[in-house]
């Protein structure tokens, strides 16, 4: 049997996707109410070294059956993955879960739908974020924190600079795997000319 799925763009859905769905049913209910304690922390790619070691962990609190727990960990992540790739009205991604789930009278849908639901929107927005300052590393520095204070320079070796007022900002950026920051130092006509810039940027 074969379920286009929205989330794939039309495709059906790979063949044991719908079983190891429904494996999300038969974990214990203390587990499928924090499934997404699982579910939130393997949903980066690749999958942070840590989730493993957190697996575990959850199946033995919860008395998950692990293999249990993993085909729904497996199915779940793949199907929020391609959903959230694409940009999936939370409306679609329900239609898809309906259908692989069995129907909207299957209770199994009672039970994986509300779950998947819950944190659809703000795993969506956290993997955009994610895809955005992934994509932006792929192209050069980024810009990961600002620092700032206001000085006044009293005097100098070139004379007296008549106490004035100057702006310094620290900016911490990452390049690659590198993270490196620099110091600059603004008179306060630069430093309108950034605040005019950054207005206009904002609109």
Known sequence: MTIPLFCLGGESAPEAIAADLKALVRLPEKARARFWDALGPALPDPVPA?????LDAFARTFE???????RALKASRFLVREACARGLARERFEEDVVRLAGGPLAPETAVIAPILLSRYDAARAALAAGALRETLTDHGAVLESIEWRLDAVLATSRGDAGAAKIAVLTLGYREGDQKNRVTLHLSPEKLEELRRACERMSR
Do not use: F
């Open 50 to 54: 840590a989730a493993e070691d957190a």
């Open 64 to 70: 998950a059956p692990r293999d249990e727990l993993g």
